[in-house]
């Protein structure tokens, strides 16, 4: 199976590309963003040596559904879908935080918990709670975004302070990540799934607030199935999941949280295949619709360009 872990494209307008950890966002004429979802995947802040056949795909198809799902609650920074791979959309200028909302007590949260933390980003932690237990309701936990390097837990009250959102922009941003969350968590719910937590950012054009980026997929966010959910938590044991935390729990058992000293394990195409169809699970039970796998046959990156370039060409 094929995978796109690169691109290098040159379209007409072309100020600017930006290669992040798993997308490649190229900038045209300072107005659009062609952001190419790659099939590299990341995690603990890390780019694995191999690529996920069919990821990218995955990835974008499910945030495209969100974002078309959601428009009613905010408006986002969406215009097309040219490629199964690539979403065309406003070019805004980001905020510097990521809005993370839990509605559970799991991976990093729980790690901290466990640990003995209980305060998370300026929220107080109730006592006595138990790994992957319901908070009393879903609590706002930023972080810094980082360019390189791990993202940084942070507060409201720190992210206002610094000027890094005005109180004003903070307060529409927060709003809408309990309303697009609740959403969220209707849609996976319908599916026999439970929305854990998510990610979102958000972006200015002018003075209008966007939302950016990829939304509710496996790499932003984390479900749970819901069968079973209460039995579970009851005994102690996991739970049945799909999100991306399969892969950093794999990568912990074979000794690497991308600390110092640590090597990467070898990532075999087995195990390559075996991810790539987890995200295919995925998006086949947050969408209900079968999963139509994109022509691996001839070149992924010329389909893209090809796509890209008609899209671009049909605004003029």
Same mark, same amino acid.
């Given at each position: 199976m094929k995978a796109l872990t690169n691109t290098d494209f040159h379209f007409d307008g072309q100020k600017s590309? *930006?290669?992040?950890?798993?997308?490649?966002? *190229?900038?045209?004429d300072?107005?659009? +963003?062609?952001?190419v979802a790659t099939d590299r995947i990341s995690a603990f802040d890390v780019v694995l040596p191999k690529g996920i056949p069919f990821k990218g795909q995955v990835l974008n198809q499910i945030a495209a559904k969100f974002l078309d799902s959601t428009n009613d609650i905010c408006p986002n920074w969406k215009l097309a879908t040219p490629d199964p791979?690539?979403?065309? &959309?406003?070019?805004?200028? &980001? !905020?510097?935080? @990521?809005?993370?909302?839990?509605?559970?007590?799991? %991976?990093?949260?729980?790690?901290?918990?466990?640990?003995?933390?209980?305060e998370l980003? %300026?929220?107080?932690?109730?006592?006595?709670?138990?790994?992957?237990? /319901?908070?009393?309701?879903?609590?706002?936990?930023?972080?810094t975004k980082a360019d390189e390097g791990h993202d940084m837990n942070i507060s409201r009250e720190e992210i206002i302070a610094q000027g890094i959102v005005s109180a004003e922009d903070y307060a529409v941003i927060e709003d809408w990540?309990?309303?697009?969350? $609740?959403? %969220?968590?209707?849609?996976? $719910? =319908?599916?026999?799934?439970?929305?854990?937590?998510? #990610?979102?950012? !958000?972006?200015? #054009?002018g003075d209008q607030i966007y939302l950016i980026d990829e939304i509710h997929t496996p790499d932003s966010s984390r479900y749970f199935y819901a069968d079973g959910?209460? @039995?579970?938590?009851?005994?102690?044991?996991?739970?049945?999941?799909?999100? =991306?935390? !399969?892969?950093?729990q794999w990568l912990i058992e074979h000794n690497f949280m991308n600390e110092p000293g640590q090597t990467m394990p070898e990532i075999t195409d087995v195990y390559a295949e075996s991810v790539s169809d987890r995200y295919i699970e995925l998006y086949e039970h947050i969408t209900g @619709?079968? !999963?139509?796998?994109?022509? @691996?046959? &001839?070149? +992924?990156?010329? /389909?893209?360009?090809k796509n890209v370039k008609d899209y671009l060409a049909s605004r003029k």
């Amino acid at each position: 199976m094929k995978a796109l872990t690169n691109t290098d494209f040159h379209f007409d307008g072309q100020k600017s590309v *930006y290669h992040g950890k798993v997308r490649d966002v *190229y900038n045209i004429d300072d107005d659009l +963003i062609v952001m190419v979802a790659t099939d590299r995947i990341s995690a603990f802040d890390v780019v694995l040596p191999k690529g996920i056949p069919f990821k990218g795909q995955v990835l974008n198809q499910i945030a495209a559904k969100f974002l078309d799902s959601t428009n009613d609650i905010c408006p986002n920074w969406k215009l097309a879908t040219p490629d199964p791979m690539v979403t065309v &959309g406003v070019k805004c200028e &980001g !905020f510097r935080v @990521e809005m993370i909302i839990r509605s559970i007590l799991t %991976g990093s949260a729980w790690r901290a918990y466990k640990d003995g933390c209980r305060e998370l980003c %300026g929220v107080k932690l109730p006592e006595g709670m138990h790994e992957n237990e /319901r908070f009393p309701e879903p609590i706002v936990t930023p972080t810094t975004k980082a360019d390189e390097g791990h993202d940084m837990n942070i507060s409201r009250e720190e992210i206002i302070a610094q000027g890094i959102v005005s109180a004003e922009d903070y307060a529409v941003i927060e709003d809408w990540t309990r309303k697009l969350f $609740a959403r %969220g968590q209707e849609i996976a $719910a =319908k599916h026999g799934l439970i929305l854990v937590d998510t #990610k979102y950012e !958000f972006g200015k #054009k002018g003075d209008q607030i966007y939302l950016i980026d990829e939304i509710h997929t496996p790499d932003s966010s984390r479900y749970f199935y819901a069968d079973g959910y209460e @039995e579970r938590l009851a005994k102690g044991e996991p739970q049945k999941q799909l999100s =991306k935390e !399969f892969v950093r729990q794999w990568l912990i058992e074979h000794n690497f949280m991308n600390e110092p000293g640590q090597t990467m394990p070898e990532i075999t195409d087995v195990y390559a295949e075996s991810v790539s169809d987890r995200y295919i699970e995925l998006y086949e039970h947050i969408t209900g @619709e079968k !999963f139509d796998k994109a022509a @691996e046959a &001839g070149d +992924i990156a010329a /389909r893209i360009e090809k796509n890209v370039k008609d899209y671009l060409a049909s605004r003029k």
